[in-house]
């Protein structure tokens, strides 16, 4: 049997979706291109916003459309969320997702066995919790084959006023040391030379066990001490975590790759405080400021929601004014959608077409800002993990998380790490030569 996957959301889900894949080949099912060739369709769902739960449930519908024999199974937040019947025949929400595989073979059983099983299935939303804890998939490997992500840890306790995730996912809960760094080496030991440290609020790992600010930074050095890492990069970061203390404390991690990604939000204090972020936009700068002070070619790049409710055109172009003061080398830009259930859905809204408008504005800004940042490294060397082949390039990211094409046809070079200099910037990607050590 052959099963296709189908993500939606975040970086933690498309690791989760990995592990859900490697699942699926350990008990003997095969990887189809896509949905009309599968017998299973894995639809990993999102519903961080309005508009990512209709798409979640629109996924659904459409896998069952374009297949009408295949299994349809529905895991991730919009399924843990959902109160209502899923248009799915097996269902897996965030706290049973390891069970994914065992789930749809008792479908698959069941079925088989004679039992008539339409589709579609009553899901009821749990309970807000108080303590949740970490669900292990073990090592998980990316397609990519170079680089991967590394989660340890699941869950948030922030609670701003725009996000379902704390009621989706549950509370902070930190991975067990032992296997986060088992999984690091085991990607070593397969090739892997870069790894993402990531979770849901990553920040805030170590915090249920009582362990400090700095539990993350001691996870960081053990994982930079282990043999064939060669680069570390971190996941989004909240800004009032970057104490003076963590960010010395970065400085012991060698491996460590200088482009960091701050979440913002907006760059207006009024509609922060409506987010109910825990800083001010001074505060924020304080902290870049910090950062550069250790990592001053680093890259910096966040995610702002435009239009959120009651955000007006004067917040709007002084949130824009504060991306080039931050100085930000790309920002992922959202117009703001209501998620039903979260406090910001009640506030009176922005219209739907002046989100939009906004948002295409910002975006415009942030291709200027990391174009900009592209053309200032022409003329300069620059390292390049080599991660895919295309059209007589090798192509890859600089530790600054910069796009690289370089002239070689040597598919030897993949998943290593080569010396380049930048001879000229296409848009947000340098175009490089091989220099003689590389």
């Known amino acids: 049997m052959k099963v296709y996957f189908y993500t939606l959301g975040c970086r933690v889900n498309q690791y989760e979706t990995d592990a859900a894949r490697e699942l699926f080949i350990k008990a003997g099912f095969g990887i189809a291109d896509s949905a009309e060739d599968a017998d299973v369709c894995v639809v990993n769902t999102c519903t961080v916003t309005g508009e990512a739960d209709r798409k979640s449930r629109q996924q659904l519908r459409r896998m069952a459309r374009i297949n009408p024999d295949t299994i349809v199974v529905a895991m991730g937040c919009m399924t843990e969320m959902a109160e209502a019947v899923i248009d799915a025949d097996v269902v897996c929400g965030t706290k049973d997702k390891t069970l994914v595989v065992e789930k749809t073979l008792e479908y698959i059983s069941r079925k088989s066995g004679g039992e008539s099983i339409s589709r579609g299935v009553m899901h009821h939303r749990p309970e807000v919790t108080k303590t949740d804890e970490y669900h292990e998939f073990g090592t998980v490997l990316s397609p990519e084959g170079t680089r991967a992500f ?3 840890e699941d869950g948030c306790n922030k609670f701003c006023t725009y996000c379902i995730i704390p009621f989706a996912r549950g509370r902070v809960a930190s991975r067990a040391e032992d296997a986060v760094l088992k999984e690091a080496q085991d990607l070593a030991s397969r090739g892997y030379s870069e790894v ?46 970057l104490t003076d203390d963590f960010i010395e404390g970065l400085k012991g991690v060698t491996k460590l790759c200088p482009h960091f990604h701050l979440s913002l939000q907006s760059g207006c204090d009024k509609i922060l405080k409506k987010m109910n972020r825990d800083y001010t936009s001074d505060e924020f700068l304080e902290r870049v400021s910090k950062l550069r002070s250790v990592y001053p070619t680093m890259s910096l790049t966040t995610d702002i929601i435009c239009g959120f409710p009651e955000e007006t055109e004067e917040d709007f172009k002084e949130t824009c004014d504060f991306v080039i003061e931050a100085g930000f080398t790309k920002v992922h830009t959202f117009p703001y959608s209501e998620r039903e259930g979260t406090v910001a859905a009640k506030m009176p809204q922005v219209p739907v077409n002046v989100r939009k408008d906004r948002a295409s504005r910002l975006i ?17 060397a620059a390292s390049v993990l080599i991660e895919t082949f295309k059209d007589g390039y090798a192509e890859g990211y600089t530790p600054e998380y910069i796009r690289a094409k370089v002239r070689t046809e040597d598919n030897s070079l993949k998943g290593k790490t080569v010396s380049v200099k930048a001879v000229r910037a296409e848009e947000n990607t340098i175009i490089c030569e091989l220099m003689a050590n590389g």
């Not at 805030?204 to 930079?224: F, H, N, P, T």
């Open 150 to 152: 590394i989660k340890v």
């Open 196 to 241: 993402i440290v990531s979770g849901i609020h990553v920040c805030s790992y170590g915090k249920d066990r009582g362990e400090d600010s700095l539990a993350l930074v001691r996870l960081l050095k053990k994982i930079d001490a282990i043999e064939g890492i060669s680069r570390i990069r971190l996941g989004s970061l909240e800004p009032m975590s």
């Open 364 to 380: 415009a800004v942030s291709n200027e800002l990391e174009n900009n940042f592209a053309a200032k490294k022409v003329g300069s």
